[in-house]
């Protein structure tokens, strides 16, 4: 089989994607019980009889959490349901201590809505089918060489997480994003995090697993009927949702090439690797015969609470977007370039810590944006706080920092996760503005390297960088680059 | 083997999986005796299709109830000692199990 | 004063108020009882001594600090083993739960314990209430007190078993198809199950959600109400609690007592009774409806002809309810765990724990259960099932339109001898016949002696709407008030 570029597959098929979403709420306690949700705590400590399912516990639904399903459904332009039940999806599993799981099943709480997703100033129109309540799981850690479920020896599961509220949010199948697809997913998930986030519902942790995604793939022959869709699990990152819908895309192009099927099944994304593995395939198929949970009563929202809900809702991250514009005063253009890289929160926390947006935008985009790409994380992961970046614009702009030394206090910062000035201070980050020490540095470095002076000198000004680069070394970067530049090129006779 | 007096309404071969299902290790005279039980029950029960209820509404419960919900407060969980005491197995303060076969959900 | 355990729950709160015997007296004497005679009943699969002297003790302590005694302190009670309690073992009469000791209470624990009430220990019953005989316990059967080789009733046959038996003058069951109703009728004491949602189900094991209710077992009506009372009331952990207060039965049943029916209209279900009931139980059926006659009340026939289709149903709910509450039942958590060979898988000893930890009738439910709750099959068997219910409420609807409250036999057999029915499960499920339809539309009913038939007990059975709870109190007052003490024919036990 020749390996396919990702051109060569959107020439010929097109992928309709569709995405699962599972939040965790950010609710004090569970949600059938009253037991803490803090993330971290030792084993087995924040358990109860509920949410340990002993003989004979009851649950009792989280009014929070319901409240909080509903204006994460409003947020989505979905309707809310005016009745509507629990139910028990049944099946044995170690993290789940009641082997089944309250979840909701031909009743969820919110349905049939929207989310317009952003890319490249263009809007996509993302289906919302349903978003519905449940209980989260255990937590299972696998002991053994591997360290993974297949060939540990045992595994030890740990209840704490078991019973905290999670909302699944599921999109309806997304046709017509072509070779967009994997961008697009992307900037779905990235676009539902910024509004989970403003609803404050949740603290939307994908590295903790506050936020998780499946990924739905298929692909089809322009025309042709929607092909059989593989369902990618582990889905743990902005940037994986993106690899995964391009890896899958990629493997089933190369599946249906070879005149082959593709295989309606769970695949597991591998950070590792960037591709998708298949599941182990099932003895039987699963039939999780769900049935309404007999231990709860039906949930019917108050239209009037609804309605209350809806008027009371934040601003949607569209809409401050759009403000943003405006008050910012970046433009249209800049407005998607920070939009695709997930930044126009951080820059716009920036700018209200008083750097000024250019200066904000510019970092986000530029250095910071570096720093994440090169972490395989998203800006907003990155440990650095907006107030942080704009102390180091502060700094620059007063002349305390060179550039060059303002990112040398962010790497420090990221290290130690220290604060800025702490970081300054411990690791010296000084402009060196002694003219003489510069002088002395300048000279220097013009006879080490009298080749490079000798060109400057008949004109070639480029090659004064690596004089530069000599003397910026020479003072570990305290000197201000622009300074130096002058300096030599004054010294060479050599002017611009 | 079919019963030839009857329909079975449950074969052997389902029964063993309704038992899989169930994780339940039967065994093959169990089996036998399940199977033979399970149809005779399975057909008096059938008789609810007797009853023409297209139109009926389900009853789940004697006096309805709804929006019986909790406010978002901590209440105190159980010691941890308590919570490993009853458990088969326990290593690091969490339950111990053997090697699990099957994918997680 | 003579024999303590003869007395009944409302004479011993009274003695321990006045100071004419104290609770730890009342309490050593039952448990005397309870060593006499348990070796040949098996009502107890576990007897709490200290637990017992040690409240006992404390009511006593109350009493002479002048503190508030309620109007069963210094009581002794039997608890069914399906009821969760702190630190005491709780089996739900299954091996897979051996050796398990809860680490909270269920709620009515908590108000028994608060009322004074004297926990003696934890009695027998089928394993996790499925049956009618307490045969299905995996400690072996209780005995009938009226004739040890007959059944107590079940699934609550310890509880019955306990009272009749004068091992204690008050015992919790529950109640799913009959398990309160049915073994208070074969051994001639009175059980009532209240109208679902009125005593909180946190902390019972639970077979069928939807079904399952605890209520009361004593010798008397009054004393049933008095313990009915203790345990009732909304609760906020079980989301199925009404949130209103009980009908006042202890005042029903004190009222009915003055054997005033004038004005009540008694509905006899005509499809509760003819063929398949024992000749004996029609013919004490049909004395019960002249006394209530004799009482005053006005006798009815009504029809509720989707009756017929209860058990049935029931037998689809139930266990398919039970399929999914008794999957926590896996060997990680607590419990048995069978086959854990450092070899077998978590699958395998799942398997091998359910297999070895459950008996044969647990197991026949939980397949039947999972069979109708599969994808193709729920509409047919459990979505049907659930509309049958409605066409039972709308029976009752009928029916309670003319009538005050229902009557028929409470069970259409008097105790059977143990094994009797045992291989045939259909043969044991008719049992529930006449206790079923209560049980599916969530209706109170109690279950009153009516007299006996070749020298064992029969019961009465009075049904009411939803939420009246206390007209079955009244009505079965008035019975008791009119009828020989059926419990006054027991002979001693050997």
Wanted: charged share 25%; glycine share 8%; aromatic share 6%.
């Amino acid at each position: 089989m020749t390996t396919l570029t990702y051109a060569d597959v959107l020439a010929s098929y097109e992928p309709v994607i569709g995405l699962e979403t599972h939040v965790e709420l950010g609710t004090k306690s569970k949600m059938f019980c009253g037991c803490s949700t803090t993330f971290g705590a030792e084993p087995n400590t924040q358990v109860c009889p509920v949410c340990l399912g002993l003989p004979g516990a009851l649950p009792v639904a989280n009014e929070k959490a319901i409240e909080s399903t509903i204006r994460i459904g409003l947020a989505l332009n979905c309707s809310i349901a005016t009745w509507c039940r629990f139910a028990r999806k049944n099946y044995f599993y170690p993290d789940m201590p009641k082997n089944f799981q309250t979840s909701q099943y031909d009743e969820p709480l919110c349905v049939d809505g929207y989310l317009d997703v952003e890319y490249d100033g263009t809007t996509y129109r993302v289906g919302i089918e349903r978003v519905h309540l449940e209980e989260d799981t255990g937590k299972n850690t696998h002991v053994g060489t591997s360290g993974r479920i297949h060939g540990a020896d045992y595994s030890l599961v740990d209840y704490n997480r078991a019973g905290i509220p999670l909302v699944e949010i599921v999109t309806k199948p997304v046709p017509g994003t072509g070779a967009l697809a994997p961008e697009i997913a992307r900037a779905y998930v990235t676009e539902l995090r910024d509004i989970l986030r403003t609803l404050g519902v949740s603290d939307v942790r994908m590295e903790q697993g506050s936020l998780r995604c499946d990924v739905n793939t298929s692909l089809n022959k322009p025309g042709a009927e929607w092909g059989t869709r593989t369902e990618t699990k582990n889905v743990n990152s902005l940037r994986s949702v993106e690899r995964a819908v391009r890896s899958e895309i990629l493997r089933q192009a190369g599946v249906l090439d070879a005149g082959d099927r593709v295989l309606q099944e769970t695949r597991h994304f591998s950070e590792t690797t960037g591709d998708t593995r298949p599941g182990r395939s099932k003895e039987e198929a699963t039939d999780y015969r769900y049935f309404p949970e007999p231990d709860l009563v039906p949930v019917a929202p108050d239209p009037d609470w609804v309605e209350k809900l809806r008027a009371d809702l934040p601003e949607v991250p569209a809409a401050r977007r759009e403000r943003l514009v405006e008050e910012l005063g970046v433009s249209a253009e800049d407005m998607v370039q920070m939009s695709n890289a997930g930044v126009v929160e951080l820059v716009g926390a920036t700018a209200a810590a008083g750097a000024p947006v250019g200066e904000a935008r510019n970092w986000w985009l530029g250095y910071l944006a570096q720093k994440a790409n090169e972490a395989e994380i998203d800006a907003a992961e990155l440990a650095i706080r907006p107030e942080q970046v704009a102390r180091l614009i502060t700094l620059v702009a007063d002349g305390t920092l060179s550039t060059a030394l303002a990112r040398q206090a962010v790497e420090g910062v990221l290290e130690t996760g220290q604060g800025v000035d702490e970081v300054i201070a411990s690791r010296g980050l000084k402009r060196v503005s002694d003219t003489g020490a510069l002088e002395q540095a300048a000279d220097d470095a013009i006879a080490a390297n009298p080749d490079i002076a000798e060109k400057v000198r008949g004109g070639k000004l480029p090659a004064v960088g690596a004089l530069v680069g000599a003397v910026m070394k020479a003072t570990r970067g305290q000197a201000d680059a622009a300074a130096v530049r002058t300096i030599l090129l004054e010294k060479l006779g050599a002017s611009e | 083997m079919s019963d030839p007096r009857s329909e079975r309404r449950i074969s052997r071969d389902e029964v063993a999986h309704l038992a899989r299902l169930a994780r339940l290790a039967v065994t093959d005279d169990e089996l036998d005796l399940f199977a033979g039980q399970l149809d005779v029950i399975l057909g008096a029960v059938a008789r609810v299709s007797e009853v023409a209820a297209a139109d009926i509404a389900p009853t789940t419960h004697a006096v309805p109830l709804s929006n019986v919900l909790r406010a978002d407060e901590l209440t105190p969980c159980l010691p941890r000692e308590r919570v490993l005491a009853g458990a088969p197995s326990v290593e690091d303060d969490k339950f111990r199990v053997p090697r699990i076969l099957s994918e997680e959900v | 004063m003579n024999d303590l355990t003869r007395l009944s729950a409302a004479e011993i709160a009274a003695a321990v108020a006045s100071g004419e015997v104290t609770a730890l007296e009342v309490a050593e004497a039952h448990l005397e009882r309870i060593a006499q005679v348990d070796g040949s009943v098996h009502a107890f699969l576990h007897v709490d001594t200290e637990g017992a002297m040690h409240a006992a003790r404390q009511v006593d302590a109350r009493r002479s600090a002048g503190g508030d005694l309620g109007p069963l302190a210094g009581v002794p009670l039997a608890m069914k083993d399906v009821v969760v309690t702190k630190d005491l073992p709780t089996t739900a009469g299954s091996k897979i739960l051996d050796g398990w000791k809860p680490p909270y209470d269920a709620t009515i624990t908590k108000r028994i314990k608060d009322a004074g009430v004297v926990m003696l220990g934890k009695t027998n019953m089928d394993e996790f209430a499925m049956g009618s005989s307490t045969e299905n316990s995996a400690y072996g059967p209780s005995h009938n007190p009226w004739d040890l080789n007959r059944i107590p009733g079940g699934s609550s046959g310890g509880s019955s078993a306990a009272v009749a038996a004068y091992e204690a003058p008050l015992s919790i069951g529950t109640d799913t198809g009959g398990s309160i109703r049915q073994p208070a009728a074969v051994t001639g004491i009175v059980g009532f199950k209240p109208t679902y949602g009125n005593v909180s189900r946190y902390g019972l094991i639970a077979f069928s959600s939807s079904l399952d209710q605890a209520g009361p077992f004593a010798r008397t009506v009054l004393d049933t109400a008095l313990l009915y009372e203790t345990i009732a009331g909304h609760d906020p952990c079980d989301s199925t609690s009404i949130p209103r207060p009980v009908a006042p039965t202890v005042s029903a049943a004190r009222d009915g007592a003055g054997g005033d029916l004038s004005g009540v209209r008694i509905g006899v279900v005509r499809e509760l009774g003819g063929e398949g009931y024992e000749a004996g139980v029609l013919a004490s059926f049909d004395e019960a409806l002249g006394t209530l006659k004799g009482l005053g009340a006005e006798i009815v026939e009504v029809s509720c002809p989707h009756f017929e289709y209860a058990l049935p149903a029931y037998y689809l709910i139930a266990p398919s309810e039970c399929s999914s509450n008794l999957a926590r039942f896996d060997g990680v958590r607590y419990g048995l765990r069978v086959g854990d060979d450092g070899v077998n898988s978590l699958e395998d000893v799942m398997s091998l724990t359910r297999e070895a930890g459950f008996g044969p009738e647990v197991k026949r439910r939980v397949m039947i259960g999972t069979y109708a709750l599969s994808s193709g099959y729920y509409d047919a068997y459990y979505g049907q099932a659930q509309k049958v219910r409605t066409l039972i409420v709308r029976d009752f609807d009928a029916a309670f339109a003319q009538a005050d409250v229902l009557v028929s036999p409470t069970s259409p057999f008097v105790a059977f001898e143990l094994g009797a029915r045992a291989a045939d499960p259909m043969a044991m499920y008719v049992n529930d016949l006449c206790t079923l339809p209560a049980s599916l539309a969530g209706t109170p009913a109690i279950s009153v002696p009516s007299g006996l038939a070749d020298g064992l007990p029969v019961g009465l059975q009075i049904m009411a709407p939803a939420l009246e709870d206390d007209r079955c109190f009244r009505v079965a007052a008035a019975f008791e008030s009119a009828s020989t003490p059926v419990l006054a024919s027991i002979r001693e036990l050997p």
